[in-house]
């Protein structure tokens, strides 16, 4: 039995490995594509959905030159006249008046100003615009969820009564439990109004997607920095309390420093779920492919991108998507390791 139980256990880790494994090896296997074709730039390249022309002429020609790529643009705009070739005729310039505006045919347009019949139209992806939004919305988040859960994991543990703590505490975890389809819901139709009214800008912008991400998390960080707290000894808080240190002293001093890994613990574990956050953002961030230039401005964050494009998606585009989400998924995985290594130490 006990050999049962080892083998069991053994092979529980190995499947979560494979698991975690098989996820990076798909994203990365349906992301090289445009991995190849966008490389590094991709992180840096704010343009997503962009059609632009690529000229093949010379591409015909010598397949080891470079395409010449251009922005796309108005069809007169790439029409250049050549003053040699306009030939008007002198003796017609004061001509009939039925004549009048019938030279336009002795206009000849200089060939190197045509829109080339063999250039390619290309459309450029680019993840920047996402990948600022999704860190934008992050640090507004935790810029309002990180005082707030401490506020309430203080009042929970050291202050509030047993009668006040309990019931207030299961409220908080049913809080951490609401689908964050509904808070997206209740923040366009409800919390995004008054945030426009307050702040300006419209009822879905970065600054309500922020504040809608931070009252998500609140709950969830600070049941982790409450249960962090409550296990700070007994001894330690009454011998304080006996030298004459008075409740706030011994929250900073004592009670902040004994909890003090699983408290950074439940905030990076809390920013690892700020940053993978879909369905709630998708509702008030605004879908926007544009750098917001003020917090209460639209724009996109990586997981509103992948919820709204994947299902028209193919090609190219569905390789970006992927791209995006490896991106997504190497930054969440970096914080949730560093989470994994407080908790760690905080063990040993």
Do not use: C, H
Request: aromatic share 10%.
């Amino acid at each position: 039995m006990e050999s049962l139980f080892k083998k069991i256990s053994s092979l529980s880790a190995t499947t979560i490995l494979l698991i975690l494994t098989s996820i990076f090896v798909v994203l990365f296997i349906y992301a090289k594509p445009a991995m190849a074709e966008y490389g590094i730039k991709f992180l840096t390249d704010p343009r997503w959905g962009v059609e632009v022309k690529v000229d093949s002429v010379n591409t015909q020609n010598n397949q080891n030159q470079t395409p010449v790529v251009t922005e796309t643009v108005n069809d007169n705009d790439n029409i250049a006249v050549d003053d040699e070739d306009v030939a008007v005729d002198d003796e017609n310039d004061f001509g009939d008046e039925n004549d009048f505006g019938d030279d336009d045919d002795e206009i000849v347009v200089s060939d190197e100003g045509n829109i080339d019949e063999n250039s390619n139209v290309k459309t450029i992806y680019g993840g920047l615009v996402p990948i600022v939004g999704t860190i934008l919305s992050t640090i507004i988040a935790m810029f309002f969820a990180v005082p707030i859960a401490m506020g309430i994991a203080i009042f929970l543990s050291e202050i509030a009564p047993e009668f006040i703590a309990k019931p207030v505490g299961i409220a908080i975890e049913l809080l951490a439990a609401i689908p964050s389809i509904i808070y997206g819901m209740w923040g366009l139709f409800y919390f995004g109004p008054i945030v426009s009214k307050v702040f300006g800008g419209g009822s879905v912008s970065l600054l309500v997607a922020g504040l809608v991400l931070a009252i998500m998390i609140v709950p969830f960080m600070a049941s982790l920095t409450r249960d962090s707290m409550n296990t700070t000894p007994a001894v330690l808080k009454e011998s304080a309390y006996a030298m004459g240190a008075t409740k706030f002293e011994v929250i900073k001093d004592v009670v902040f420093p004994y909890a003090k890994k699983g408290i950074i613990g439940s905030m990076i574990l809390a920013l690892g779920r700020a940053l993978g956050e879909t369905m709630a953002v998708a509702f008030v961030i605004g879908g926007v492919f544009t750098f917001p230039e003020k917090i209460t401005d639209p724009t996109v964050s990586i997981p509103v991108v992948l919820a709204n494009s994947f299902a028209e998606s193919q090609g190219l585009s569905l390789s970006a998507l992927f791209y995006l989400a490896l991106i997504l998924f190497v930054i969440s995985f970096f914080v949730i390791s560093f989470a994994k290594f407080y908790f760690l130490r905080d063990k040993k």
